[in-house]
């Protein structure tokens, strides 16, 4: 059974940097593309970065870009979402996803994913 597990949300200050991780199980993660998304009170989902399955490959929603990096540790089954320079528009509900379908050409959206982790909130204070 296939399962993503998020941590590492909590409250910050704008400016201030934060990583979430998300842990995956049931799978050999190695072959997926996985990604981040985020919800903010009152909006749809929307995706933040999404990864290769080998890590070679990354891409970022312009709000995010510069600021934000998606990686991932294989050998750990991991992935990490580094936000750096938060700002208050980024508090939201961040979700890690998996999927066995890789497009590589742009940012995935929701459908493009099949697993989903609960999710891990992220306040940020101005």
């Known amino acids: 059974q296939v399962r993503l597990v998020e941590s590492g949300g909590g409250s910050v200050q704008a400016g201030e940097s934060h990583r979430l991780s998300c842990i995956v199980s049931?799978?050999?993660?190695?072959?997926?593309?996985l990604g981040w998304f985020r919800q903010a009170p009152g909006k749809e989902r929307e995706g933040v970065a999404t990864i290769s399955a080998g890590g070679g490959t990354t891409n970022y929603a312009g709000s995010v870009k510069g600021r934000f990096t998606i990686s991932r540790d294989n050998a750990k089954n991991t992935l990490f979402l580094q936000m750096n320079s938060l700002k208050p528009e980024g508090t939201a509900m961040y979700y890690c996803?998996?999927?066995?379908?890789?497009?590589?050409?742009?940012?995935?959206?929701?459908?493009?994913?099949?697993?989903w982790g609960q999710g891990t909130q992220v306040t940020v204070s101005s």
């Open positions: 049931g799978v050999t993660v190695s072959i997926y593309c």
């Open positions: 996803a998996e999927t066995r379908v890789c497009i590589l050409s742009r940012l995935m959206e929701n459908s493009d994913f099949t697993y």
